[in-house]
């Protein structure tokens, strides 16, 4: 499968975006996917992830760092999964990447070592 992010781009502190990652194929429901972001000198991290399609309820899992603030979701229809963020801050400044790990249980992963598949990042600059 294939994965392009999309959406990044320059905003102020408080401000919010939405950014997007299309992916190649037929069988995107039973892709677990995720979010991750990593920052100038640091390592990638885990961001936010949603399950594939299991028995029809999808599950979600978000970094403590973004919760209540941002918000994974999924259009099987489109074979997209979007990542609303609002009310950022300056230290969520980062290339921001999605992720797919094929997976017919409805299970989540959090770690970057789990997913097979990597878009090519976009870059999320907020700035103070």
């Known amino acids: 499968v294939q994965l392009q992010a999309s959406g990044g781009g320059l905003v102020q502190a408080g401000g919010s975006l939405r950014l997007s990652c299309a992916a190649s194929?037929?069988?995107?429901?039973?892709?677990?996917m995720g979010w991750f972001r990593q920052a100038p000198g640091k390592e990638r991290e885990f961001v936010g992830t949603i399950s594939s399609s299991g028995r029809g309820t999808y599950y979600s899992n978000y970094a403590e760092a973004v919760k209540g603030r941002f918000t994974i979701s999924r259009d099987n229809a489109k074979t997209s999964v979007y990542l609303q963020m609002n009310s950022l801050k300056p230290e969520d400044t980062a290339v921001y990447y999605c992720a797919a790990k094929y997976n017919t249980g409805g299970s989540y992963y959090t770690a970057p070592r789990e997913y097979d598949y990597w878009g090519q990042g976009t870059l999320v600059t907020v700035s103070s």
């Open positions: 194929g037929r069988t995107f429901s039973s892709y677990a």
